[in-house]
């Protein structure tokens, strides 16, 4: 029995998430109708790479004239197609509020949103039943436009447009959705995408066409079957910062890893304090270069007589190692007698102190009471970030200060080295 192939309408595939789309569905066996209007040597270079019978290219079409649109249509009618992706578009910077220029304003509404339509509606009955339309808006939906008004107009009406088909095509067992990627890398990217997005993405990145083309080819398998009329972003994250939450926090709160540790430490001199407790993760309080400096700067600063107290609370896991550990031994050697080294069972803290126990996280440290350094572990590589604020500072320090009391009351017994 001759195997059916199922075949995709792709449009915009000679560059970017256009491209990696039609890639991605050639990889799983589809044959790709795709369209391209400037980018011809891409698509010719993308049809030699997978096969002329794999990949059946058309154009130029220029999605800013509806007459362009009209002709690609005409020329699909005798296509039957399981999916249909709606991915060209184009974008302007020329419409903003100062220099407001209605023919450029026109040419992005009419590639962005009438040609999805206008495929949508007149090639509806090209479109298998069980199929599926998947159609690319953008997070820019989300947000009010300062410039390129006719990109966030369009992306937003996108969504609308996703949720009118869904209802409709809905009977026919023909799903419609969306996806609003952020900042991908493509041509299309400004400069603050490439630049400035990482540091408002929670993952730090941009994303990659292949990322979006993933999503999107699961929209149109039967893995999504049963989601109809939404929309996915795909953003890494940067849609839920706040930049005014997130500077309000740097404000308290910054990440510097070991380097703000240690110029604490350097600054220490007679009677400082600092108090430090460590859950010792795997990856922690073991003999490697970052821990031999970081005893290193404690112990000149003991020198200094500054007072530090440390509490090393470890599992049964690591119990006999940390026992053992030479640097858990020059702790004990150099830090007393002004300051104070425990190793103590982590068993014991929660059983003696469960609410300070809720409280400790992934370790801290707090230097004279004002300034407190917060192990994140977020990986080996990553020891936290330092806090001023005496809102946050006061409950590690009474948490601390009480599990110091049940240990020197003896309720917590302390393990002896080997």
Known sequence: ????????????????????????????????????FTSKE??????????????????????????????????????????????????????DFLNFDLNEFNKVIYCNLYTTLLLGIKLQNNIK?????????????????????????????????????????????IR????????????????????????????????????????????????SGFINGENITIDGGY??????????????????GYKDVYKEYEIMKKGDKLIHISPCADYAWIDNKEERELLNQRINAAKKEAIIYEILMTDKKREKELQSSPIVKQYYDNLLPQGRVYLVRKEDIIKYCPEEYKIIGAGFGVFNSKKAFIDSYVSKDDIGYTVENEHLISPLLIAFNNILKNIEEGKIKPLKLL
């Open 1 to 36: 029995m001759e195997k059916i192939t199922k075949k995709v309408l792709i449009t915009g595939i000679g560059r970017g998430i256009g491209k990696a789309i039609a890639e991605k569905f050639l990889l799983e066996g589809y044959q790709v109708h795709g369209t391209y």
């Open 42 to 95: 891409k698509a010719i270079e993308l049809q030699n790479k997978y096969g002329k019978e794999n990949l059946v290219i058309y154009g130029p079409y220029d999605f800013t004239n509806i007459n362009e649109t009209e002709k690609l249509i005409q020329g699909l009618m005798p296509i039957e197609f399981d999916t249909i992706i709606c991915s060209a578009g184009i974008f302007s910077e020329n419409d």
């Open 129 to 173: 039943q069980g199929g599926s339309i998947v159609i690319l808006s953008s997070n820019d939906a989300y947000s009010g436009a300062f410039g390129s008004i006719s990109y966030s107009l369009s992306k937003a009406a996108l969504l609308s447009l996703t949720k009118c088909l869904c209802v409709n095509y809905g009977r026919r067992n």
């Open 176 to 223: 419609v959705n969306s996806v609003a990627p952020g900042s991908i890398n493509t041509d299309m990217n400004t400069p603050e995408q490439s630049f400035d997005a990482p540091g408002f993405t929670p993952i730090n990145r941009v994303g990659q066409p292949e990322e979006v083309a993933d999503v999107i080819y699961f929209l149109a398998s039967s893995s």
């Open 239 to 256: 849609g839920n910062v706040s930049v005014l939450l997130k500077n309000e926090s740097s404000r308290i709160r910054k990440y510097g």
